[in-house]
């Protein structure tokens, strides 16, 4: 019936979008569920240090898997548990999860963990983070925050209070994405951060573009004049790690290393680097 009333009236669209709006309503209930059901895991891709080519540590990225082979990207599903009120609940269940994993690693392998924006207006946010650690026997200084420039602006002061909760705490913390939110210089003044994290729209061409590698040529700099480390995101070919280490970069990510990976094949990944590093030696 819509079709008559012409393609650009209202009613025209709404049957589909009655249509997303039932999809939409179908994947909250299901995300809902999943959370109930702790369905939803870290996986860890690895962090590499680049001047010594070992592993320094993973970082957990959330994963949820709805059949076999098919998972919803944190994209999509972080943004909607934000918006359903659930990202607390999820947030705590995965860094629980990831922190218990972690304690199976050798202790200088580090574990980073994505905190989002929603989560950054809550002033016990510190104090939550620390008692997961408490309950799960993690050192504060094997845990890295990762916090994106976006998370930082809604609400200034706050942000200052967490990251400096967290920092005292002996966690670290990182400015994820770097270089892509709003006003990113203005962040490294107001903020103490243990590392920059060069967002991978930059890594991306970064052998053949010499515009990226002048950017990334500054930041990594830029990194250095504030003692703050740097890691490259998305390295996907030797030429690109090859130029990142020339620069001076201290860290690197990326499936030239490894996608991220489930919490027993992490283990098989750091029994590997053992093996690798016992020859080495
Ligand atoms: P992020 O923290 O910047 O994580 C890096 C993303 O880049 C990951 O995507 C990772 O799989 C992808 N990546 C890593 N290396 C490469 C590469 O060489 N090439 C390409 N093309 N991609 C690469 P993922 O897992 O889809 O996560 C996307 C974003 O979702 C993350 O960006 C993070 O902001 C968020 N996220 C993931 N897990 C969590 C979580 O547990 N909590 C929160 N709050 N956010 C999460
Ligand atoms: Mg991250
Ligand atoms: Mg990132
Ligand atoms: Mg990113």
Redo the contacts with the bound molecule.
């Keep these: 019936a819509a079709k008559h009333r012409g393609r650009n009236s209202v009613a025209a669209y709404l049957p589909s979008m009655s249509e997303t709006l039932a999809q939409r309503a179908e994947v909250e209930g299901k995300l809902r569920r999943a959370v109930r059901e702790k369905t939803i895991n ?2 860890y ?1 690895p962090l590499i240090d680049l001047k010594t080519g070992h592993l320094r540590g993973f ?5 949820w898997q709805i059949d076999e082979n098919r998972f919803i ?3 999509d599903f ?1 943004p909607m548990a934000e918006d359903i009120g659930l ?1 607390v609940e ?2 705590e269940q ?1 860094l629980r999860q990831a922190c218990l994993d972690a304690m199976t690693w050798p202790t200088d392998i580090t574990l980073a ?4 924006p929603t ?1 950054m207006v809550d002033h016990l946010l510190g104090m939550r983070i620390v008692k997961v650690l408490g309950e799960t026997g993690l050192n504060p200084h094997r845990l890295e925050i ?1 916090i ?1 420039e976006t998370a930082l602006v809604r609400d200034i002061d706050l942000a200052a209070k967490v990251i400096g909760d967290l920092r005292i705490a002996g966690i670290k913390v990182a400015l ?2 770097f270089g892509t939110g709003y006003s990113s210089l203005s962040q490294l003044s107001k903020f103490a951060f243990d590392k920059i ?1 060069i ?2 729209s930059f ?2 061409e970064l052998e053949t573009d010499e515009k990226k590698m002048n950017i990334v040529r500054t930041m990594v700099a830029l990194g250095k004049g504030l003692g703050i480390a740097t890691t490259a ?4 070919n030797p030429e690109q790690l090859d130029a990142l280490k020339d620069l001076g970069c201290s860290f690197g ?4 290393f490894g ?2 990976v489930p919490a027993d094949e992490a283990l098989a990944f750091i029994r590997s680097e053992e093996n690798r590093k016992s020859k080495e030696a």
Excluded: C
């Excluded at 995101?233 to 996907?236: Q, S």
């Design positions: 870290p996986y891709q970082e957990a990225l959330a994963r990207s944190p994209e972080i990202i999820l947030s995965l963990f994505n905190i989002s989560m990762e994106t994820d994405d994290k967002d991978r890594i991306g995101e998305g390295i996907e990510q990326g499936f030239l996608k991220a």
